[in-house]
């Protein structure tokens, strides 16, 4: 079965960066459009950025429009998420996912992100 491992997260301090990378074991994942998504103790999964299969288009959520940024590699089956300036309201457990497995309600280990104040 196709698996999506995310990575690259980590603890940091408000106004840090970190990119977080999402690799998925099966090749035809390069022809699908990607999201990432996020969900911090307490409140529901919530959509963060996606972008398409050639990466020709990509959408934000207004939390992060202007310091975060998706991008994808095609040839190393990988998209990732450079998150800039970060602040503690980021503090969350980032997951990547094609729309098919999110209809699925399959999800990754997901990885943390941790911003101290």
């Known amino acids: 079965q196709v698996q999506l491992v995310e990575s690259g997260g980590g603890l940091v301090q408000t106004g840090d960066s970190l990119r977080l990378s999402c690799t998925a074991s099966e090749e035809n994942f390069k022809y699908f459009a990607t999201g990432w998504f996020r969900q911090a103790p307490g409140k529901e999964r919530e959509f963060v950025s996606n972008i398409s299969w050639n990466g020709g288009s990509t959408y934000y959520a207004d939390s992060v429009k202007g310091r975060f940024a998706i991008s994808r590699d095609n040839t190393d089956n990988t998209v990732y998420l450079q998150l800039n300036n970060l602040k503690p309201e980021d503090t969350a457990v980032y997951y990547c996912?094609?729309?098919?497995?999110?209809?699925?309600?399959?999800w990754g280990q997901g990885t943390q992100v941790t911003v101290s104040s």
């Open positions: 996912n094609t729309d098919l497995r999110a209809k699925r309600n399959l």
